[in-house]
């Protein structure tokens, strides 16, 4: 039996762990007979090393780790991979394959736009995609290309990007700049898959700058639109077909600023359970 692991990058907000249980749980209700399990990078139980030795102890003997991930940041390419390629030793009788992550994808897009209508987010007014931001620049390009995407073709003057954390333009710069425009309003798509501590930063910085109504959406949260494209992940590996991009890869390609990752070796992290 094969078994789906979809591996999130963890928070200590339970709600946030429900939204990933409820992610998996409507991807197996579409593939009868899938078992769906989560794990997470960080912040939440299991680890990944420790959902693998749990399944290997139940007689599983073939796992696909998807990382439901919105963007192909280091925990995708390192954190998550090197735990893949670690367990293989470990578990030398178990199939192991591994899988791409969610986004950029036109159905992350579609439910980013449902989220700003149920928000009441205006046509006439400009809006800010928000994601947690990387030290990675392929995964800040992914929310750039996100936000392309959520602009074309819908009524909205303008789609910026700003992040929570780490990168730049930060939420604060990000808005100022849209009342330096003259804008009186405008609206924020929190790209995270649910809550916890960046999301709820994001909602504190749009309220900080002065002169200016922000609008907020919810996270995406669990839909069935996710769950199909999480199953399309799932398919692409067994079926062999797995597209990823890494022409922009930080440790393929010498980077401004981050030349010294290519060929860097790839750890898993450091999880508390597996300390």
Known sequence: MTVLLGVAHGSKDPASQEVVRDLLARTAAL????????????????????????????????????????????????????????????????????????????????????????????????????????????????VASTARLLFEGRPWPSVDIAFASTARPSVPEALTRLRSQGHVRASIARYFLGPGFLPRLVATQAASVDGLEVVVSEPLGASDGLAGLLAGRFDEVLGGDIRMNCDACLYRIALPGRESAVGAPQEPHTHPDDA
């Open 31 to 142: 593939r009868p007979g899938l078992r769906a399990v989560a794990a997470y990078v960080d912040n939440a139980s299991p680890s990944i090393r420790s959902a693998l030795h749990d399944l290997v102890a139940e007689g599983v003997d073939d796992v696909v780790v998807l990382p439901v991930l919105l963007t192909p940041a280091s925990h995708s390419k390192t954190a998550v991979a090197a735990s893949v390629r670690a367990g293989r030793p470990d578990h030398p009788g178990l199939r192991l394959r591994y899988g791409r992550p969610l986004g950029p994808h036109p159905v992350l897009v579609e439910v980013l736009a449902s989220r700003l209508a149920q928000a009441g987010a205006r046509d006439e007014d400009p809006v800010v995609l928000v994601a947690g931001g990387a030290l990675d620049p392929d995964a800040n390009a992914a």
